[in-house]
């Protein structure tokens, strides 16, 4: 009974060794393992440490606003070896070392709390200095720009404004609504201190419109667009960093506003006035316009096409069942095509992948004066044979027609010649000529003024 009584002792002591051994193993390393907190730092402020042994030291750090944060690392360590580092805040997290000398880390990034953390590990020691230096970044907006929905409930853009906006590692892209109140050119002057930023524009129905890569510097971007909402974004594919940008639109100066945005649609409007400049526009999502004509006579009749764009645009007549009467291939500048036409309605079509501005007349084919013979105070006209109803003749001393004019009316087109008399004697006279067709609410439809000849009376 006493042997296994002093057995149970011997066995509790030895416990009770080994237990006191641990504890002081563990008391020992606790002595060895140092954490030191720092409430914060200054964006702009800066702090040293020495430490012996395991130690972990951290720094709450806050940005105001979004930037550039640079943190400088000073240190001397024992052995030829570094202490870990890291920060992190919302979605952003960086890990790296700290190694003897000096050394330097540079972020940009969104206005937020960082935590700054350096550890050492058993058996170093030395001290360590950190110093941090904050650049606030220009930006106009701070947070509206940074998500898709709240993006949509904002106010458009001004145009002729500059933008100031920053991307940021943990920030990574800002979104902006641009509202075009008519058709028109949308420029945008862009400068990026990034070496690459990606650009991308989409309608109000998310359909993709333009993308492009904009490198360090100045950078220009041009689109002909269509009437609506639209919204663009600017993507880091770097480190992130400051860009600006300014807006600017020209409208169009289009004489239908979506009326001729499709070939279906137009048809169903009234048809465009004869003898009357119509001015379109090509777009990015508005490469093909129509429109309806409604011939009143059959008769030759002239489109005059005038085109700022540097390429070629398809000009293509079909009648009210769809078949084709004639095509163009147009390009940049003024040209003016004839063609007979029978009474009827009929369609114009300009198409073209080029945005830009065009315009377009549709009048009866005129004629030219052939001849003109003097008299005594009187002058004979003789002009070619046209189509339609019939002309009118114009002359005046005005070699401008500027003032002083008189007109003589031809209620048919078989006749080719007339004597004007009743005129000064010995003056010259300037005489030019159109022709007319009559539409079906009895009004004459002119054609465009002949150049004009002149003659003096004897």
């Not at 002792?9 to 416990?15: F, G, P």
């Not at 907190?37 to 750090?61: R, W």
């Not at 377009?360 to 009187?378: D, E, H, I, R």
């Amino acid at each position: 009974m006493r042997e296994s009584f002093a057995r149970k002792e011997r066995y509790t002591m030895k416990t009770r060794r080994i237990l006191l051994t641990i504890a002081a193993v563990i008391a020992l390393c606790l002595l060895m393992t140092v954490t030191a907190f720092a409430d914060s730092i200054d964006p702009n402020g800066s702090v040293t440490e020495e430490f012996a042994g395991e130690a972990t030291y951290e720094y709450s750090l806050t940005l105001p606003s979004s930037g550039n944060l640079k943190i400088d690392f000073q240190s001397v360590i024992n052995k030829d070896d570094a202490l870990n580092y890291s920060i992190t805040g919302e979605d952003f997290h960086r890990v790296d070392f700290i190694r003897e000398g000096n050394q330097s880390y540079e972020y940009e990034l969104a206005a937020g709390e960082y935590t700054i953390t350096v550890k050492s590990s058993y058996g170093k020691y030395g001290t360590f200095s950190l110093t941090t230096a904050f650049t606030k970044a220009t930006e106009t907006y701070k947070v509206d720009n940074n998500s898709v929905n709240a993006i949509r409930n904002t106010d458009a853009l001004a145009f002729k404004k500059t933008v100031y906006g920053h991307l940021a590692l943990n920030d990574d892209q800002d979104w902006y609504k641009i509202v075009l109140p008519s058709s028109g050119k949308l420029t945008f002057s862009v400068n990026s201190a990034m070496d690459t930023v990606y650009f991308k524009m989409i309608d109000k129905d998310e359909k993709f419109i333009r993308e492009k890569f904009i490198g360090k510097g100045d950078d220009k971007l041009v689109y002909e667009l269509n009437k609506g909402t639209y919204y663009i974004t600017f993507n880091n594919r770097d480190g992130g960093g400051a860009y600006h940008f300014k807006p600017t639109f020209k409208e169009s100066g289009e004489t239908y506003q979506y009326e001729n945005e499709t070939a279906n649609l137009v048809r169903s409007k009234k048809a465009i006035p004869f003898a009357t400049v119509i001015k379109g526009h090509f777009a990015i999502n508005d490469q093909s316009d129509c429109f309806k004509v409604k011939i009143p006579k059959t008769a030759k009749y002239s489109i005059k096409v005038t085109s700022s764009i540097d390429d070629s645009i398809y000009v293509n007549v079909t009648n009210s069942k769809d078949e084709f009467v004639k095509e163009y291939f147009h390009r940049k500048g003024t040209k003016t095509y004839k063609l007979e036409l029978k009474k009827g309605t009929y369609y114009l079509r300009f198409d073209s992948d080029k945005g830009g501005n065009y315009s377009f007349k549709v009048s009866p084919s005129g004629v030219s004066v052939k001849k003109l013979t003097k008299g005594t105070k009187s002058i004979k006209a003789t002009w070619y044979k046209g189509t339609g109803d019939g002309y009118q003749l114009q002359y005046s001393t005005s070699s401008t027609f500027a003032s002083g004019n008189k007109t003589k009316l031809i209620k048919s087109n078989k006749t080719t010649s007339t004597t004007i008399k009743n005129l000064n004697a010995k003056k010259t006279y300037y005489v030019r000529i159109r022709t007319y067709v009559t539409g079906s609410d009895g009004k004459n439809i002119w054609s465009a003024w002949s150049k004009a000849k002149s003659v003096k009376t004897l």
